[in-house]
């Protein structure tokens, strides 16, 4: 892209204002002063024909960081020709599918060699959850006048992530007695509560074949259990813009999310997460990374599901064992009584003061710090019934 610089512009109009004013007046002086400028303002145009011919490798790190944590962008920029030049590099960062671009671009102007690389580096941008686009660099210089600027853009586009906050979770939802009916986790044979027989596979622990079934059945039958104490738990993050005072009520509510996926997942236990408007569907969380992936991209959405809907879906399409909604204020929580006869734990995390009358399994905090401290003592410490 080739557009004149702000000293080009006031060059132009100067010159073609003494130029006019000199031909009115008969003022051969002014005249050829104005002349002159609009000549040097022509010439300098040549100049930005040729845009600069550069080589671009940029280093994102880390690629994915905790919201508030500091991340850097390294370019290495190798011009192509014979001669030094200086040289500006703007590289932007923008939200990926938004149309918000208030965020900060790196730039730098440094002087290039030409085959040497010349490196340029800035912080990223931290202090808001999303997914981002870096890039590509747009790679400028002037005219030595500095009446033109000639850009072009150069290297990739690269993805980067900025994952919510999360607090310490020091347990999570528990289960109570295990039923024959229901699912349950399986777990290391060796746990106290029998679930079912299943046929060997080699590498099973021969102590726990059943030799009076294996016998009746003509192949060797091996006792499965359950963790009775721990739950599958099912994680449901209310994305509707009704559901919140503000934006900032749900970012605190994403945070909470976030805490709860680190707590279960790296303590090993089944995580599925859902959105109450039903964007994406039901999605099983197997590794910390993802799910702090999917929350990062989330955002709040206008309409969606309403509470039928949202009961319908938790009913009968979720497997699970314990359901915990994160939501806001103004969301309508009757949900919670409708899925007491589904779910052996139900509770919800309400980003906000609490109301006069409280509803019981649900835990009111104004900030995600205060939630996270408070579910574990006043939620998950009772254990639940039908």
């Known amino acids: 892209m080739t557009r004149p610089t702000a000293r080009g512009l006031t060059t132009a109009v100067c010159s073609a204002a003494l130029l006019t004013t000199g031909l009115l007046l008969a003022y051969r002086e002014m005249v050829m002063l104005g002349a002159a400028g609009l000549a040097a303002v022509a010439l300098s145009s040549l100049w930005a024909l040729s845009p600069p011919r550069v080589v671009v490798d940029r280093l994102v790190e880390p690629r994915r960081v905790r919201r508030g944590e500091p991340a850097m962008a390294t370019a290495d920029v190798v011009v192509l020709g014979r001669f030094r030049r200086l040289l500006t590099f703007t590289d932007p960062v923008r939200e990926a599918g938004g149309d918000r671009d208030d965020l900060p671009s790196g730039r730098a102007a440094v002087h290039a060699n030409p085959g040497l690389p010349a490196r340029v580096s800035f912080s990223l941008p931290t202090g808001r959850r999303g997914v981002f686009h870096i890039g590509p660099v747009r790679v400028g210089r002037d005219d030595p006048l500095g009446l033109w600027s000639v850009t072009r ?74 963790d009775a104490a721990v739950a599958r738990l099912v994680l449901v993050l209310d994305d509707r813009l009704a559901s919140y005072s503000d934006s900032a009520a749900f970012e605190e509510a994403v945070e909470v999310a976030a805490s709860v996926v680190v707590a279960t997942v790296d303590s090993g236990r089944q995580l599925r997460m859902l959105l109450a408007s039903g964007i994406g569907g039901e999605r099983s969380i197997g590794q910390t990374q993802t799910g702090l992936d999917q929350l990062a991209a989330v955002r709040l959405t206008i309409g969606g599901g309403d509470v039928a809907e949202l009961r319908a879906r938790l009913t009968l399409h979720t497997s699970g064992d314990a359901v915990l909604l994160v939501t806001g204020a103004k969301a309508d929580l009757t949900l919670l009584g409708a899925l007491s006869a589904r779910y052996r734990s139900v509770g919800a995390a309400v980003v906000g003061p609490p109301p006069e009358d409280p509803l019981k399994g649900a835990v009111f905090a104004p900030t995600a710090a205060e939630l996270v401290t408070a579910l574990p003592e006043r939620l998950w410490n009772a254990s639940s019934s039908r």
Request: overall charge negative; charged content about 25%; cysteine-free.
């Open 153 to 226: 853009p150069a290297g990739p586009v690269e993805t980067f992530t900025v994952w919510p906050a999360w607090h310490r979770l020091d347990r999570g939802a528990s289960g109570t007695a295990a039923e024959i009916e229901g699912e349950r986790d399986l777990v290391d044979a060796g746990s106290i509560t029998f679930h079912a027989l299943r046929e060997y596979v080699p590498g099973d622990d021969l102590r726990h074949i059943h030799w009076r079934t294996s016998a009746r059945a003509g192949t060797l039958m091996v006792r499965t259990h359950v």
